[in-house]
């Protein structure tokens, strides 16, 4: 495996306190940069001072597109160790994100140890404050200054460090969904498998649209019918219809979460029937009508849970829960970050160790 | 309207030879920049030397790829004028992919000035070499540094130009494709209307997989069904069956050309029929076995015409014209260059000048 070589910051910036933290806004000291090449593959890891790119304007993210990302977060247990909650999952999305774009694939041992190299020299960032942590952004962009419609010859590969605040300041708290009927985030056989820019990109209009009538999110339906629900805004979505908890499979066309994942393996662990299928919105909304309905909600890294207190799909609303958090819920963001933050047993080994050097 | 200032390159680069020249790899000694910041609108138009630009790695196109761009060219006449073709209609389609994309807008005069300014600063580019011409790309990308999934609230607004070859060395040249069954372009509702990053992106993988069997582009179905054709590679594309002549209709998923409107206005003027509407690839594949398929090809910037000389599909091979360029394929080519070099009548004032300064 190559060396990382490491050009320490002389210029450390001041840390903001914890209280006044915002997602994605600040970064660190550092940051992990490594290129890639063809003929020669990736090259030269290495933790530099944060600071600018120096970008081609021809250079081909700027133009088609090709990038690829993931979003981890690295936090600090009781204990002052700084731990990760199931890398790998990111790094094997990582590569198969890069498969589809046409992005040469990473070495998945150096991705670690590039993501633990970075944040143990940035450790003091990873906040203190109970719900706080450090985001974790990998990603990939196409460089090649070059305007034909091809996979790029250069690549850079980059991880960069950001301290968030508690995403749920006042507790757990569901939120107002809406189903978007206009726009579609992906079909089957497009990118929506895949963490790449372009499903984001094409997502904010209707996401803009929703928040103006004072929705959060947007629940997606397929592309194809228009029937069935696919995610909601950037997460995967559970429902939970009298003893059992439905969830749409894997169809091609909604992204692999990690959380996803693991939430389903909790609902395993404690003997609760999860079906991975397809599922009709009639069918979510039909169980709201006969009360069987009684939770639902959205599952990411940013907010690991996400409640969903109404939904609102043809001029009609549907409250969900009395707009409060349903015990399952609770219990599986409860569960997950007393995983993440080492107060909860880790029964599956889902943690790995930040250590110091 | 700003004024646009202008700094001259105190570096004059080395032209190339127009014998040399490829696509989209040279850039000229000058590009056009302007910033834009949520309460000021766009600011500051200016033409600088040709320069790398200093990106913050967090600046979310690296990230949520809010991006568009465009693409047309500036021909050198035989009295030596430098001029452009139907540049309103790309600017208009600029917008109009800003706006799905939630860029905030140009004003369309300002960016065709731009447009003008930057051309006639380095029209000594713009090569003499029958069928050679000056490529200009136009995009924006979004430059704020913030990883949460929202428009950017800063933008910046370019234009690079790049002298490129002859598409057709050898005279124009019929291409073998290969219809594409298991990745999707696009779908109504998503972003295939728009001129963005992400649509190019996605489609490499299948450019990818038909190039290792040897055929130079794909031809789309739709997202639905996969029974109607949608573009062929980065194209759009027309049929002659018999006396008429079809074109998939803008649907919602496929990108409208300027090269594909101004082919409609042309068949017309010529008093041949022209349908836009959904086309079943069995209808072509039908028409092909009954001798009616006289001719195909794509629509495009790059090409203006490139004819089909073979249609792959279910392991079977689908000659078009035994291989060859078909008249009224030629005729549409012949016409449509001629009115870009300025050797053709322009009835419809398509051309627009590039004055000198």
Same mark, same amino acid.
């Given at each position: 495996?190559?060396?990382?070589?490491?050009?320490?910051?002389?210029?450390?910036?001041? +840390?903001?306190?914890?209280?006044?933290?915002?997602?994605? =806004?600040?970064?660190?000291?550092?940051?992990?940069?490594?290129?890639?090449?063809?003929?020669?593959?990736?090259?030269?890891?290495?933790?530099?001072?944060?600071?600018?790119?120096?970008?081609?304007?021809?250079?081909?993210?700027?133009?088609?597109?090709?990038?690829?990302?993931?979003?981890?977060?690295?936090?600090?247990?009781?204990?002052?160790?700084?731990?990760?909650?199931?890398?790998?999952?990111?790094?094997?999305?990582?590569?198969?994100?890069?498969?589809?774009?046409?992005?040469?694939?990473?070495?998945?041992?150096?991705?670690?140890?590039?993501?633990?190299?970075?944040?143990?020299?940035?450790?003091?960032?990873?906040?203190?404050?109970?719900?706080?942590?450090?985001?974790?952004?990998?990603?990939?962009?196409?460089?090649?200054?070059?305007?034909?419609?091809?996979?790029?010859?250069?690549?850079?590969?980059?991880?960069?460090?950001?301290?968030? #605040?508690?995403?749920?300041?006042?507790?757990?708290?569901?939120? +107002?969904?809406?189903?978007?009927?206009?726009?579609? =985030?992906?079909?089957?056989?497009?990118?929506?498998?895949?963490?790449?820019?372009?499903?984001?990109?094409?997502?904010?209009?209707?996401?803009?649209?929703?928040?103006?009538?004072?929705?959060?999110?947007?629940?997606?339906?397929? #592309?194809?019918?228009?029937?069935?629900?696919?995610?909601?805004?950037?997460?995967?979505?559970?429902?939970?219809?009298?003893?059992?908890?439905?969830?749409?499979?894997?169809?091609?066309?909604?992204?692999? #979460?990690?959380?996803?994942?693991?939430?389903?393996?909790?609902? +395993?662990?404690?003997?609760?029937?999860?079906?991975?299928?397809?599922?009709?919105?009639?069918?979510?909304?039909?169980?709201?009508?006969?009360?069987?309905?009684?939770?639902?909600?959205?599952?990411?890294?940013?907010?690991?849970?996400?409640?969903?207190?109404?939904?609102?799909?043809?001029?009609?609303?549907?409250?969900?829960?009395?707009?409060?958090?349903?015990?399952?819920?609770?219990?599986?963001?409860?569960?997950?970050?007393?995983?993440?933050? #080492?107060?909860?047993?880790?029964?599956?080994?889902?943690?790995?160790?930040?250590?110091?050097?």
């Amino acid at each position: 495996m190559q060396t990382i070589s490491i050009t320490p910051s002389e210029n450390k910036k001041q +840390k903001p306190a914890d209280d006044s933290l915002v997602f994605g =806004r600040q970064f660190t000291d550092h940051m992990f940069i490594m290129d890639y090449e063809e003929g020669r593959g990736w090259y030269d890891p290495r933790v530099v001072p944060y600071q600018p790119l120096e970008m081609d304007p021809a250079a081909m993210i700027f133009h088609y597109g090709q990038t690829v990302f993931e979003g981890l977060k690295a936090y600090r247990t009781k204990q002052d160790t700084i731990q990760l909650f199931r890398p790998a999952e990111n790094i094997k999305r990582l590569n198969r994100s890069n498969a589809r774009m046409c992005i040469p694939t990473l070495d998945e041992s150096m991705a670690l140890e590039a993501i633990q190299t970075l944040v143990d020299i940035d450790r003091d960032w990873v906040p203190h404050k109970e719900g706080t942590s450090l985001y974790i952004r990998p990603f990939v962009i196409a460089t090649e200054p070059y305007l034909g419609v091809s996979a790029s010859k250069t690549y850079t590969f980059m991880i960069i460090l950001s301290p968030v #605040g508690a995403y749920y300041e006042a507790g757990i708290n569901p939120v +107002k969904i809406a189903v978007e009927n206009e726009y579609i =985030r992906a079909v089957k056989g497009g990118t929506g498998e895949a963490k790449t820019a372009g499903n984001y990109a094409g997502s904010m209009i209707a996401q803009e649209n929703v928040a103006k009538k004072g929705y959060a999110q947007v629940l997606w339906l397929d #592309g194809h019918e228009r029937k069935y629900i696919e995610e909601v805004g950037s997460m995967n979505v559970f429902f939970k219809i009298g003893d059992k908890v439905v969830t749409p499979h894997l169809s091609g066309s909604i992204l692999p #979460g990690v959380t996803r994942k693991s939430v389903i393996q909790l609902l +395993k662990d404690w003997g609760i029937t999860v079906e991975e299928r397809p599922i009709l919105l009639s069918e979510i909304l039909d169980a709201h009508k006969n009360g069987q309905l009684e939770e639902a909600f959205g599952s990411g890294t940013a907010a690991v849970i996400s409640p969903m207190g109404e939904l609102f799909y043809n001029d009609q609303s549907y409250v969900i829960n009395h707009h409060t958090t349903g015990a399952l819920s609770k219990r599986v963001y409860d569960t997950l970050t007393g995983i993440q933050y #080492g107060t909860v047993d880790d029964p599956h080994n889902w943690i790995v160790d930040v250590p110091k050097k």
